[in-house]
């Protein structure tokens, strides 16, 4: 028998599954935490499930070191000497672009990432939605080059932060 005291923190139902009653000197947001999980067994696993996905494929992204960075930490990288190259195709590059940044295809860097060695500093790779970036930035990790970044959106996400470009008819 539970004292008095003891007995406001315990659960006095029956457990809804197995019928026994519960009692365990608990605080009643835990006595509630532990009705819902047994009240919703399919909830919260599938909300233990969905935290395990997210945590697996935030540790592949940095295994991959794959380093996508908002406009706004492309800006601050810029403004620190860090150089912009586009690595869409040169008739893309020519109709719009991210002011001072350098064209050079992804399929020219993923045959010779020497072509990069111009740059000293930090390098923010663009394209049109992020993938493509994304993917040569990879690569150059891969073949030594530390300080490699992948603008997250590609060009579509500066355009919506509302940063500027230099388009054909300007």
């Known amino acids: 028998r539970l004292s008095g005291a003891l007995m406001r923190y315990s659960l006095a139902s029956k457990h809804p599954y197995t019928g026994y009653n519960l009692h365990l000197p608990l605080g009643k947001n835990m006595q509630e935490l532990i009705e819902f999980t047994s009240n919703n067994p399919l909830l919260v696993s599938g909300l233990i499930a969905s935290a395990m996905v997210v945590m697996f494929n935030e540790i592949r992204l940095k295994s991959k070191g794959v380093s996508a960075i908002s406009p706004s930490m492309t800006v601050r990288l810029i403004n620190d000497g860090g150089a912009v190259v586009d690595v869409r195709e040169k008739d893309k590059y020519q109709d719009s672009h991210i002011i001072d940044s350098h064209n050079i295809s992804e399929k020219k860097i993923s045959k010779d990432a020497t072509v990069l060695d111009r740059f000293r ?29 992948s603008l997250k959106g590609g060009l579509q996400a500066w355009r919506e932060e509302n940063l500027p470009i230099t388009n054909r008819n300007d």
């Open 121 to 149: 500093k930090t390098i923010i790779l663009v394209c049109d939605s992020g993938v493509s970036s994304a993917q040569c930035a990879t690569h150059l990790r891969k073949t030594g080059q530390a300080q490699v970044y």
